[in-house]
Nanobody
Framework: QVQLEESGGGLVQAGGSLRLSCAAS??????MGWFRQAPGKERDFVAAISWSGSSTYYANSLKGRFTISRDNAKNTVYLQMNSLKPEDTAVYYC????????????????WGQGTQVTVSS
C-alpha cells in the first residue's frame, strides 16, 4: 500500500522558516512535489522535483523563498520554506506521480493527508 506521510508543519512567525518532509512508502515515484490550499481557495501548485533531483519546478510567486529537494535513499521529499509570510498559511500536501514537470493536480496519482502551516504576522 502506497502512503505519503507529511511532517514538519506548525506555527511560525512571519519571516521565519519551516522544513516540510514527506516520506513515501510502498513505491518510488519519478516526480514528487507539493501543493497547498488556503481556506476558501483552490489547491495551488508549490513545487515539484524529478527522481534524480536535477529538475525542479516552482510556482513563480515562490521562487527564491522555497526550495524542494529529495533523498531517494529515504524515499523522502523536502520543502524548505524561508521568509514565510502570512499568505503562506495553508495546508500543504505532498504529492507523487509519474508525469514529468507538471503543475496540474490531476497528474499526481498519490496525495498525502496534508500538514498545516500557519504564519502569524
Amino acid at each position: 500500500q502506497v502512503q505519503l506521510e507529511e511532517s514538519g508543519g506548525g506555527l511560525v512567525q512571519a519571516g521565519g522558516s519551516l522544513r516540510l518532509s514527506c516520506a513515501a512508502s510502498g513505491q518510488t515515484f519519478s516526480t514528487m512535489g507539493w501543493f497547498r490550499q488556503a481556506p476558501g481557495k483552490e489547491r495551488d501548485f508549490v513545487a515539484a522535483i524529478s527522481w534524480s533531483g536535477s529538475s525542479t519546478y516552482y510556482a513563480n510567486s515562490l521562487k527564491g523563498r522555497f526550495t524542494i529537494s529529495r533523498d531517494n535513499a529515504k524515499n523522502t521529499v523536502y520543502l524548505q520554506m524561508n521568509s514565510l509570510k502570512p499568505e503562506d498559511t495553508a495546508v500543504y500536501y505532498c504529492v507523487a506521480g509519474w508525469v514529468h514537470g507538471t503543475d496540474r493536480p490531476s497528474d499526481y496519482s498519490h496525495w498525502g493527508q496534508g500538514t498545516q502551516v500557519t504564519v502569524s504576522s
